[in-house]
Nanobody, 125 residues
Framework: QVQLVESGGGLVQAGGSLRLSCAAS????????MGWFRQAPGKEREFVGG????????VYADSVKGRFTISRDNAKSTVYLQMNSLKPEDTAVYYC??????????????????WGQGTQVTVSS
């Protein structure tokens, strides 16, 4: 079991920045990958980016490449999502997720085991 808590959401004007945090607790040693997802009203949940814990390989959705950056703090079992050059279309509830075990499949496609409660990001135009 792990618990994930997101923080850092808020209201920002277009072009601004936010930094989201996802702190994991519990059996964090079992985590193989962590990902960020978002869901806007009326939209499907969308993969934003993720990090494979072993080797720290990172992938991003095309829509956020060059604007968003994922990083981690191993000691704190925390992953961050730095969001720059925000656009109104980035408005969504952002969720972090964790997958247990050794991950060999693309982390954008795996079924994650644990999810945080989400944090609202609103970008005004």
């Amino acid at each position: 079991q792990v618990q994930l808590v997101e923080s850092g959401g808020g209201l920002v004007q277009a072009g601004g920045s936010l930094r989201l945090s996802c702190a994991a607790s519990g059996r964090t040693f079992s985590i193989g990958a962590m990902g960020w997802f978002r869901q806007a009203p009326g939209k499907e949940r969308e993969f934003v980016g993720g990090i494979r814990w072993s080797g720290a390989s990172i992938v991003y959705a095309d829509s956020v490449k060059g604007r968003f950056t994922i990083s981690r703090d191993n000691a704190k079992s925390t992953v961050y999502l730095q969001m720059n050059s925000l656009k109104p279309e980035d408005t969504a509830v952002y969720y972090c997720a964790a997958k247990f075990g050794n991950i060999v499949a693309p982390i954008s496609r795996i079924r994650y085991d644990y999810w945080g409660q989400g944090t609202q990001v609103t970008v005004s135009s």
